[in-house]
């Protein structure tokens, strides 16, 4: 063994996200959070090796099971996921449905105490995810929460998964860094799970935390012990991250779909009949300009029932409509291949943005606006009062024609690695 070899330290890092989810954008965030922090501890100090354990969110295993029946896919892929806890999962559900139906604060707040409570004790539930983590996490000497539309509890819930992995670095005398988190559903801080996120931003083992969009709501919960600072999503170091050629030949227009009740999740009144009718339009109105064009997904399979709806509308073959991926670097490739993109998801926009794939996006949420501002180009953003089909098509006509100013992209860039390089000593520094 050389001096040199004697010399390196490893750390080893647990990159907390939606790493397992089906939306493969989300491992866009990952892998290209990786990069640079493996690319800044080179420069910083070349005897630190990086090695990363991936941490999902949601507790699910390594090894995903296509599998169509939602329960026994539960049971394939979430650790150690139980069949005796069906009942307490039928409440938990079913509370959650009242819930969202309530419209008195003060009731929403006692069901969502409830639902905690069920939380707590339910078999498939904190106990689960604590052993999960448990699991995960032994042996780490610093954990990152890569980022993400993580301030959440009113629809996808992550905000006990956070408080777990909180707890889990008080007892262990470990680290925590949250990069770029941005917030993805409702945030009112008389919400009872603000409390919950609360409790776990500002656990004494969270050293920094960055937003990549809606700055004011991340600095709430975080508190008076960070100064959160607007920066950007990692993706934005995806060209470099997944060492994309972007000289390839582009010849189509790519339709990124979203599930039908992807709006109706968060309480608006636009449901699958509407997006299939609205993307049939795009279709259309792409066709009789003269282009090319194919849908595809992030890889949801909700994403993919809705594109069957709209190939039936159109009367078009399958081949219209990109086998579903079920690889992160199978959609950096397909999204590659575009001149242009329209688009409901906003990691398929970044992606794209990085590869100088002009692209549009349908605004199903504020984060998709705020994130088009701080780029700078705040008109690709496309409203729901604005979704009509021509509109739409004449937006990404004017993207194209401009395609994307390189120095817009160099800003996102350096926002994202400033994130890195701030937090980047600690994780230098670490000892298990």
């Excluded at 954008?25 to 990069?35: D, T």
């Excluded at 394939?76 to 069906?86: L, V």
């Excluded at 408080?163 to 559903?185: D, P, Q, T």
Aim: with cysteine.
């Amino acid at each position: 063994m050389s001096a040199d070899d004697e010399r390196k330290r490893t750390v080893k890092i647990a990159m907390c996200g939606l790493v397992k989810s089906e939306n493969l954008g989300e491992m866009f965030i990952a892998r290209s959070l990786e990069h640079l922090i493996v690319d800044g501890a080179g420069t910083a100090d070349p005897a630190v090796e990086i090695e990363y354990v991936e941490v999902d969110l949601l507790g699910r295993n390594d090894e995903i099971f296509e599998i169509p029946d939602a329960r026994e896919r539960r049971l394939r892929n979430y650790y150690q996921y139980s069949e005796k806890g069906s009942r307490t999962e039928k409440l938990f559900l079913d509370l959650q449905r009242r819930g969202r139906k309530a419209q008195n604060k003060t009731v929403q707040n006692l069901i969502a105490r409830a639902r905690h409570t069920v939380w707590t004790y339910g078999r498939n539930y904190r106990k689960r995810l604590s052993s999960y983590f448990d699991m995960k996490l032994e042996g780490v000497d610093y954990i990152v929460i890569d980022g993400a539309g993580l301030l959440e509890y009113s629809y996808n819930e992550y905000h006990w998964s956070l408080l777990l992995i909180s707890e889990y670095a008080e007892r262990h005398g470990l680290e925590v860094v949250y990069n770029a988190i941005g917030r993805a559903g409702a945030f009112d801080e008389r919400d009872f799970g603000s409390t919950i996120l609360k409790r776990a931003l500002r656990s004494p083992a969270v050293k920094y935390i960055s937003a990549r969009d809606n700055v004011d709501a991340v600095q709430a919960c975080a508190g008076p012990g960070h100064e959160v600072k607007l920066l950007a999503d990692s993706a934005f170091w995806m060209k470099e991250a997944y060492g994309l050629d972007t000289t390839v030949e582009r010849t189509k227009i790519g339709i990124g779909l979203i599930r039908g009740n992807s709006l109706q999740g968060y309480g608006v009144d636009f449901g699958a009949k509407e997006w299939t009718a609205l993307f049939a339009g795009i279709a259309n109105v792409l066709r009789d300009r003269g282009y090319e064009f194919e849908f595809f997904t992030n890889g949801l399979p909700g994403d993919v029932t809705l594109g069957k709806r709209v190939l039936k509308k159109l009367g078009l073959p399958d081949s219209y409509l990109v086998e579903r991926p079920v690889d992160d670097r199978v959609l950096v490739d397909t999204i590659n291949g575009y001149e242009a993109i329209i688009t409901c998801r906003m990691h398929s926009s970044i992606a794209a943005f990085t590869m100088g794939v002009p692209s549009v996006i349908l605004s199903w949420n504020d984060k998709v606006e705020k994130l088009m501002e701080i780029i700078g180009y705040p008109e690709r953003a496309i409203k729901q009062k604005d979704f009509r089909a021509e509109f739409i098509v004449d937006a990404m006509e004017k993207a194209k024609a401009e395609g994307i100013d390189p120095a817009l992209l160099g800003a996102m860039k350096d926002k994202a690695k400033e994130s890195v390089d701030d937090y980047l000593p600690r994780i230098l520094a670490a000892r298990h």
